[in-house]
C-alpha cells in the first residue's frame, strides 16, 4: 500500500515556507524524498534512516518519527525553483527480500514570484 | 557517464498489441524497478527486481511482465491483458540497503490507441 501524502498540493510565494507529510501504514526502516519537475525524472533530495541518521540535500530539512511510521519534510525560504512534485519513498528494512521501494501519492508544489 | 537509459520516450501501440520497455543500467546497482505515474496517483510500484533471474510483483503487477537475464537490464512488457495501458512508466535502480538513492530514467510515455 502507497504512503500517503498531504497536503496533495500547495502553492506559495517565493520566500515562504511549507510542510510536505508523508505517512505509512507499515513500520519502516528508511524514508527517501524525490523531487519531480514536470515531464522529467525524479530526483533524489534525502534519505532519513532509523536511528537518525540522515543523508542528502543541504538545503532541505527534514524528520522521521520511526513510532509514527510518519515523515515530514521542511522548505523553508522557498525558491522558485523548488516548484514540482515531491515523493516520499518507503523502504521496508535490511537484508534480501527487503528491497521494495514505494513511493507516496505525490505533493505539487507551486512557488509564484 | 553513468545512468540509466529508458527507450524509447514515446510509444503509440494499438489495442490488443503486447510492448515492451526498454530499461538499462551502467551503475551497477542490483536492484532495479518499474512504476507506472498516472496524475494524482503518485508512482504505483509494477514489479521490481534484487538479483538476476528472480523478480517480485509490486502493487500493480496485473497485466504486465518483466524479466531479469543481465544485471544492467530490466524490460518490461505491457500485454493485451493490462486494462488501462495509457500512462508515463520510470525505471529506477538502487543498491542493496535502505540508505543507498535511486536513480530514475527519463521515462516512457506509452499510448494505447
Known amino acids: 500500500q502507497q504512503p500517503v501524502q498531504s497536503p496533495q498540493a500547495v502553492i506559495l510565494r517565493e520566500g515562504e515556507d511549507a510542510v510536505i507529510n508523508c505517512s505509512s501504514s507499515?513500520?519502516?526502516?528508511?524514508v527517501h524524498w524525490y523531487r519531480q519537475k514536470h515531464g522529467e525524472a525524479p530526483v533524489f533530495l534525502m534519505i532519513?534512516?532509523?536511528?537518525?541518521e540522515q543523508k542528502g540535500h543541504e538545503k532541505i530539512s527534514a524528520s522521521f518519527n520511526e513510532k509514527k511510521q510518519q515523515s515530514s519534510l521542511y522548505l523553508t525560504a522557498s525558491q522558485l525553483s523548488y516548484s514540482g512534485t515531491y515523493f516520499c519513498g518507503t523502504d521496508p528494512g535490511r537484508g534480501f527480500g527487503n528491497e521494495k521501494l514505494t513511493f507516496g501519492t505525490g505533493t505539487r508544489l507551486t512557488i509564484i514570484p | 557517464d553513468g545512468g540509466i537509459t529508458q527507450s524509447p520516450k514515446y510509444l503509440f501501440r494499438k489495442e490488443g498489441q503486447n510492448v515492451t520497455l526498454s530499461c538499462e543500467q551502467n551503475?551497477?546497482?542490483?536492484?532495479m524497478y518499474w512504476y507506472r505515474q498516472d496524475p494524482g496517483q503518485g508512482l504505483r510500484l509494477i514489479y521490481y527486481s534484487q538479483i538476476v533471474n528472480d523478480f517480485q510483483k509490486g502493487d500493480i503487477a496485473e497485466g504486465y511482465s518483466v524479466s531479469r537475464e543481465k544485471k544492467e537490464s530490466f524490460p518490461l512488457t505491457v500485454t493485451s491483458a493490462q486494462k488501462n495501458p495509457t500512462a508515463f512508466y520510470l525505471c529506477a535502480s538502487k543498491g542493496i540497503g535502505p540508505d543507498t538513492e535511486a536513480f530514475f530514467g527519463q521515462g516512457t510515455r506509452l499510448t494505447v490507441v
Open positions: 532519513l534512516l532509523k536511528g537518525g
Open positions: 507499515k513500520a519502516l526502516y528508511s
Open positions: 551503475l551497477n546497482h542490483d536492484a
